[in-house]
C-alpha cells in the first residue's frame, strides 16, 4: 500500500493506493497520527480512488483516526470510494459517523469550517 500526502489549504489529502489490510493498517494509522500530533493539520480527507481493497481490520483505522481528528478539533471525510470498498463502508454505515463523498471538492466542503 502506497501513502501519499497532498495539502489543500487547512486540509491534508490523504490518498491511499493498494490494499489496506491488517499488515498495512499500523503504517497509515502512523504516519497519519504523525500528521495530526505535529499539528500540521486536524482537517483530512482521504481520497480511496485507488484503493482496492479494505480489511476489517484496515478499516477500523478510518473510526480510530477520525476520533483522533475529533478530539483534536478536526474532521474527517473519504471520497471516491471503490465498488469493494463502498460496500464495506456501507455495511459499517461509516457515512452516519463521517462524510462519505463521490468527489473531492464535496469532501473538503464536508469538513471545512464556515468561513
Known amino acids: 500500500m502506497e501513502i501519499t500526502f497532498e495539502k489543500a489549504g487547512m486540509v491534508l489529502v490523504v490518498t491511499l493506493k493498494g490494499r489496506l489490510e491488517s499488515t498495512h493498517q ?9 500528521k495530526i500530533k505535529s499539528g500540521e493539520s486536524k482537517y483530512f480527507v482521504f ?23 475529533a478530539r ?3 474532521k ?27 468527489m473531492r471538492e464535496e469532501a473538503l466542503a464536508a469538513i471545512l469550517p464556515p468561513a
Not at 499500523?26 to 504523525?34: A, C, H, I, S, Y
Not at 480511496?48 to 473510526?63: C, I, M, N, P, Q
Not at 474527517?76 to 452516519?96: D, G, M, N, T
Open 76 to 102: 474527517l471525510a473519504v471520497y471516491s470510494l471503490q465498488p469493494v470498498v463502498k460496500r464495506i463502508f456501507e455495511i459499517a454505515q461509516f457515512h452516519s459517523a463521517y462524510p462519505v463523498c463521490v
Open 26 to 34: 499500523n503504517v497509515m494509522r502512523d504516519e497519519v497520527d504523525q
Open 72 to 74: 483534536a478539533g478536526g
Open 47 to 69: 481520497d480511496l480512488t485507488a484503493l482496492d481493497y479494505v480489511s476489517s481490520s484496515g478499516f477500523r483505522e478510518f473510526f480510530y483516526l477520525g476520533h483522533e481528528l
